[in-house]
T-cell receptor, first 114, second 107 residues
């Protein structure tokens, strides 16, 4: 099976712009989670989607939003970008939702905000 | 949500030395997972612990889940340069990932 794919891999934006990142989970996986990774903050949970419904949400401002499509592909959007949004954004898929499911991570999208 | 606390943040060892990272929670966990992220890579699942007092081994890696299911540890015996990376523990649901322990190994 193909792994989790994320596009684009690298992105450079300027403050105030918005950005959309895409994640395609492993075939058959219905849960997609998004994480922000920065050197100082580690892996911060953004949100999880399962069957097109947001199941869990982390402590991020409303500028961060996401959605999941019927084919389980997911997108996350960040509006009004700030310098502090520069990070590696990782998505992870799992077969089902719930705490006992192993997460498979994609390679990430490296976002730089200038 | 709450977050699992992980220590130490960094650990530098000489090749052949042992290494341990600890994960702690103020509340009982239904399970805990461990992941490894190599430099420049993405986290990769290592193992899941579910039972109180559970101990699992993967070659030189030993994983433990505390009796009270509030703490966990990962111990590596005789580290090798291939062990370099950041080790994360992850709690259930919105507890998510600890800050990670970054391991460097000097040959």
């Amino acid at each position: 099976k193909a792994g989790v794919t994320q596009t684009p891999r690298y992105l450079i934006k300027t403050r105030g712009q918005q950005v959309t990142l895409s994640c395609s989970p492993i075939s058959g996986h219905r849960s997609v989670s998004w994480y922000q990774q920065t050197p100082g903050q580690g892996l911060q949970f953004l949100f999880e989607y399962f069957s097109e419904t947001q199941r869990n949400k982390g402590n991020f401002p409303g500028r961060f939003s996401g959605r999941q499509f019927s084919n389980s592909r997911s997108e996350m959007n960040v509006s009004t970008l700030e310098l502090g949004d520069s990070a590696l954004y990782l998505c992870a898929s799992s077969l089902l939702t719930g705490p006992y499911n192993e997460q498979f991570f994609g390679p990430g999208t490296r976002l730089t905000v200038l | 949500g709450q977050q699992v606390m992980q220590i130490p943040q960094y650990q530098h060892v000489q090749e052949g030395e042992d290494f341990t990272t600890y994960c702690n929670s103020s509340t009982t966990l239904s399970n805990i997972q461990w992941y490894k992220q190599r430099p420049g890579g993405h986290p990769v699942f290592l193992i899941q612990l579910v039972k109180s007092g559970e101990v699992k081994k993967q070659k030189r890696l030993t994983f433990q889940f505390g009796e009270a299911k509030k703490n966990s540890s990962l111990h590596i015996t005789a580290t090798q340069t291939t062990d370099v990376g950041t080790y994360f523990c992850a709690g259930p649901d919105d507890m998510r990932f600890g800050a990670g322990t970054r391991l460097t190994v000097k040959p």
